[in-house]
């Protein structure tokens, strides 16, 4: 694997750095990341998320989540990456079943489509936990 000079190592970084959609790793980013969460009962939470982000330098690529280049910045000129905005709602049905459904979706910047195919992304999860 070969770092490039100043490149951030997370170590161990998981897929799920940014979101769930997962569209890039931590290298090389600058970031902005809001979310808010709402308890809107004893048993039910939402929660909201809008992840914008951009290459901190021109001459940087972005990188997945394992630190290889995912997109080199050969004849781009652009550092908006793009956004992800995602919501999540979980049900605590009981004290041991919790039911939980995620929405994301990640929306391509300039730097995207300059550096190839730049389609939006969408992601949707559903999960069952049983705890014994």
């Given at each position: 694997?070969?770092?490039i000079?100043?490149t951030?190592?997370g170590l161990f970084?998981?897929?799920?750095?940014?979101?769930?959609?997962?569209?890039?790793?931590?290298?090389?980013?600058?970031?902005?990341?809001?979310?808010?969460?709402?308890?809107?009962?004893?048993?039910?939470s939402v929660?909201?998320?809008?992840l914008?982000?951009?290459?901190?330098?021109?001459?940087?690529?972005?990188?997945?989540?394992?630190?290889?280049?995912?997109?080199?910045a050969v004849?781009?000129?652009?550092r908006?990456v793009?956004?992800?905005?995602?919501?999540?709602?979980?049900?605590g049905?009981?004290?041991?079943?919790?039911?939980?459904?995620?929405?994301?979706?990640?929306?391509a910047?300039?730097?995207?489509r300059?550096?190839?195919?730049?389609a939006?992304?969408?992601?949707?999860?559903?999960?069952?936990?049983?705890r014994f």
């Open positions: 694997m070969t770092w000079q100043g951030f190592n970084a998981s897929a799920a750095y940014f979101g769930l959609i997962a569209t890039a790793g931590p290298a090389n980013h600058r970031d902005l990341q809001p979310q808010l969460g709402l308890e809107v009962s004893r048993r039910v929660s909201a998320g809008w914008v982000f951009w290459r901190r330098e021109l001459a940087d690529g972005i990188y997945t989540w394992s630190g290889q280049l995912l997109r080199s004849g781009t000129c652009s908006f793009g956004k992800s905005p995602s919501v999540t709602v979980r049900w049905v009981n004290a041991r079943l919790t039911l939980s459904g995620d929405l994301s979706g990640f929306t910047g300039p730097f995207i300059e550096s190839g195919a730049g939006t992304s969408r992601f949707v999860r559903t999960t069952l936990a049983f």
